[in-house]
């Protein structure tokens, strides 16, 4: 079932459909025999997945990741951005970086997309403080309006968040990397050391390059 569905019903329907659960979303197919690299890592031909979505009538988008990310949608994806509308997680796997002995706990990239927001509201910082995003950075084929949210910690956690955004087809394109880490000082002395951030920005950078929309 893909996104669009339940926004073109709904406009019909009203309140209808609120709350319906949808557990199937685009689709995923194979990358073929483009190689990818990702913080120094390639990947053999015929190893990345391609996901397609449909997010509106006339509006879809694609994105390449290696094979062993995950993919996870609309409820199992909830909370992991911003928009939190129809939310598309791309995280990588749980034994990423094991045994580097590092605080790194998780990473991911969502993507999003709102069709009620004005570009005002689209470029609002995500973290409620009503300033407007005005750095751009062009990231493969698009060009976005990035945001670095504060806050984010909680009992000894961090999660560092950057905040890509875009109007597009007349609705706000978001796309959202975070890095979840822990406490150094909760462990043991000289057990565990800082992770190295550039580490996960650079892949899922390589995810995000790969974004392209379609508009009918």
């Known amino acids: 079932m ?6 073109v019903v709904g406009a019909v329907l009203g309140g209808v459909l609120t709350g319906l659960a949808i557990k199937e979303l685009g689709k995923i197919t194979s990358g073929g025999a ?11 031909p015929s190893t990345d997945k391609v996901f397609e979505n449909q997010i509106g009538p ?16 609309l409820d199992g994806a909830s909370g992991s951005g911003f928009l939190n509308k129809f939310p598309v997680k791309i995280s990588l796997p749980d034994d990423a ?27 609002a910082s995500a973290d409620g403080s009503g300033q407007q995003m005005t750095e751009l950075k062009t990231i493969g084929a698009n060009t976005f309006h990035v945001g670095h949210p504060g806050g984010g910690a909680a009992a000894g956690n961090l999660y560092t ?11 706000c394109a978001e796309a959202v990397t975070t890095l979840h880490t822990t406490n150094v000082a909760n462990y043991d002395p000289g057990t565990v050391k800082e992770f190295d951030a550039t580490k996960t920005e650079k892949m899922l950078g390589g995810v995000l390059s790969t974004l392209t929309f379609t508009q009918k």
């Open 2 to 7: 893909k996104i669009w569905v339940p926004l």
């Open 34 to 44: 483009k190689k990818m690299s990702y913080a120094g890592v390639e990947y053999a």
């Open 58 to 73: 006339n509006l879809s988008y694609k994105v390449t990741y290696p094979r062993d990310f995950d993919l996870t949608s």
């Open 97 to 123: 970086f094991a045994g580097d002995h590092t605080n790194y706990s998780e990473a991911w990239l969502t993507l999003d997309y709102d069709n009620a927001k004005s570009e005002m509201n689209c470029f």
């Open 161 to 171: 968040s950057t905040v890509y955004r875009l109007m597009i087809n007349g609705g």
